[in-house]
């Protein structure tokens, strides 16, 4: 798939509500790059449309992954799959970091792909599984750490900003603002979906078990 293909494809599942992303209009910004090698856009601020092409471009290798189809087949909260959230994430992450003026600061690459895999924990969280998930919200970030690690060559922003964004649920704080920015976001979204009024309206999703087979015989 094409970075355009991928463009449509996150036009298509997201994206955040427009008090996230209420942009002042920006059609034609020039982009720049900062002297750590960040896209930048001269004077103005980014738009959504922008968002998504950078979101689309960075975390291309994770978006396009065969095992990211096991989040198209999970819930995440209310009827948002992982993998939309996963993508919702990553969009706000870089209006934060945008609106912040950090571009001289962040790794805009690595914030991407850390937001994209934050929660790459491959299974759904809502079935009981003996349980097994019952202290999901405190061993996902290192379970989805583990299984990008088998997946993705990941720099230490990418691995310890996975591993510690349900903070201050799991003690460990972040060690960079990327992780930061990835921590505030994922609340952010998960609180916007969980009381969202189209919670309830759950369309089937496709089969899990067929991705799940193929992943433990790979």
Same mark, same amino acid.
């Given at each position: 798939?094409?970075?355009?293909?991928?463009?449509? !494809?996150? +036009?298509?599942?997201?994206?955040?509500?427009?008090?996230?992303?209420?942009?002042?209009?920006?059609?034609?910004?020039?982009? %720049?790059?900062?002297?750590?090698?960040?896209?930048?856009?001269?004077?103005?601020?980014?738009?959504?449309?922008? =968002?998504?092409?950078?979101?689309?471009?960075?975390?291309?290798?994770?978006?396009?992954? +065969?095992?990211?189809?096991?989040? %198209?087949?999970?819930?995440q909260h209310?009827?948002?799959?992982?993998?939309?959230?996963?993508?919702?994430?990553?969009?706000?992450?870089?209006?934060? *970091?945008?609106? *912040?003026?950090?571009?001289?600061?962040?790794?805009?690459?690595?914030?991407?792909?850390?937001?994209?895999?934050?929660?790459?924990?491959?299974?759904?969280?809502?079935?009981?599984?003996?349980? +097994?998930? %019952?202290?999901?919200?405190?061993?996902?970030?290192?379970? !989805?750490?583990?299984? !990008?690690?088998?997946?993705?060559?990941?720099?230490?922003?990418?691995?310890?900003? =996975?591993?510690?964004?349900?903070?201050?649920?799991?003690?460990?704080?972040?060690?960079? =603002?990327?992780?930061?920015?990835?921590?505030?976001?994922?609340?952010l979204s998960?609180?916007?979906?969980?009381?969202?009024?189209?919670?309830?309206?759950?369309?089937?999703?496709?089969?899990?078990? *067929?991705?799940?087979?193929?992943?433990?015989?790979?």
């Amino acid at each position: 798939m094409s970075v355009h293909g991928n463009v449509r !494809a996150l +036009q298509s599942v997201t994206v955040l509500p427009d008090k996230y992303l209420n942009v002042v209009g920006l059609s034609h910004g020039m982009n %720049r790059t900062s002297p750590n090698g960040k896209d930048e856009t001269v004077g103005r601020l980014l738009t959504r449309a922008q =968002i998504q092409r950078l979101v689309a471009k960075h975390g291309r290798e994770v978006i396009e992954h +065969q095992h990211m189809q096991i989040e %198209r087949c999970c819930y995440q909260h209310g009827n948002v799959t992982t993998f939309e959230h996963s993508i919702r994430v990553a969009c706000l992450a870089v209006w934060l *970091a945008d609106r *912040a003026h950090l571009w001289y600061h962040v790794n805009l690459r690595s914030l991407i792909r850390a937001a994209l895999l934050h929660d790459y924990f491959l299974y759904d969280w809502h079935d009981w599984d003996n349980g +097994q998930h %019952r202290w999901h919200g405190f061993t996902h970030g290192h379970a !989805a750490l583990m299984n !990008a690690l088998k997946d993705f060559d990941l720099n230490d922003i990418e691995r310890n900003s =996975i591993e510690n964004h349900m903070f201050p649920m799991t003690p460990v704080p972040p060690a960079y =603002i990327e992780g930061y920015l990835v921590t505030l976001s994922d609340k952010l979204s998960a609180t916007a979906e969980t009381f969202s009024f189209d919670r309830f309206n759950k369309p089937h999703l496709p089969s899990l078990e *067929a991705h799940i087979k193929h992943r433990v015989t790979r």
